[in-house]
């Protein structure tokens, strides 16, 4: 039988053009690649035979960055997220009709296109915070295709609910969302202020909602997560049953892994992908 996963280190096919070394330009977690990229590939794969229904499939990213990686401790760098996913349509013999990109800084949003091009992938590029280019994305999306939204900020601040009311006016799309708990878990009581705003785009409303005077810190993550969840369902979503928890060497937690879509069988095929994987570490 003919392997379909794929997840291998490709050269790069334009070394001159900026790389993601993480905030602290030491280099990216190896849950990076380890799982994030890992359950979008075997999703895209488990998901081929969507082709037959929707012949038009478009993959949007809007944080996608340079398109290019450094784990850190690696010596060598890797195909960012943008990328993997188009490998991976090209490999399960279902590529992606249409591929969209965005970073907030235009070297980025250019690196990533010139990448994907250079692969072969129908790829159009978009400059500015995802909160605005997701408008530009959403408007150049045909209503018959089915799209896929990569959704992957460094943290919460940037996670504006907007993205997906934006998103969710097109009929056939399915969301795999990376959630910063721990830009969270350690800033959400700070957040209590209303002189801050940090989190407000997330979850516009959130303080109106809870009772900060009856909870613990350790109570208001959950809650905040909780709230988020619920908002993303009064859009029409369904929120997968399995949520891969990414914790760091203390196993504090640093990301969950959210898929959510309209309907019954995508979110099934995710958390099928993520049940048999049990090799799947999630603790780095």
Known sequence: MKKRFILSVYPDPLPHLPVER?????????????????????????????????????????????????V???????????????????????PFTHVMVG?????????????????????????????????????KVPREALCLAYIDPYNLEYL????????????????????????????????????????DGASPGWRNRIDSSSMS?????PWFFHDWCQNIHKLGFTVSKEMPLVTDKRGRPIYRLIFFSRHYFPNKIWDDVVVKNPNLSFGF
């Open 22 to 70: 993480g905030p602290s330009n030491a280099g990216v977690g190896s849950w990076v690649p380890g799982i994030k990229h890992t359950i979008l590939a075997k999703y895209i794969d488990a998901t081929r035979k969507a082709q037959i229904k929707f012949p038009q499939r478009v993959l949007i990213d809007p944080f996608a960055g340079p398109g290019r990686l450094q």
């Open 72 to 94: 850190k401790g690696e010596p060598f760098t890797r195909d960012g997220g943008a990328v993997v996913a188009w490998r991976q349509s090209q490999a399960s013999e279902c």
């Open 103 to 139: 970073d907030i800084a235009p070297e980025r949003a250019d690196a990533c296109a010139a990448r994907l091009s250079a692969v072969g992938a129908p790829v159009s590029s978009f400059v500015g915070p995802a909160s605005e280019t997701i408008v530009e994305m959403t408007a």
């Open 160 to 199: 504006s609910f907007s993205i997906f009311e934006t998103l969710a006016t097109l009929p056939h799309i399915d969301f795999a969302v990376h959630f910063s708990l721990m830009d969270l878990s350690r800033n959400v009581d700070m957040e209590l202020d209303p002189a801050r705003d940090r989190f």
């Open 217 to 221: 810190k350790k109570q208001l993550a």
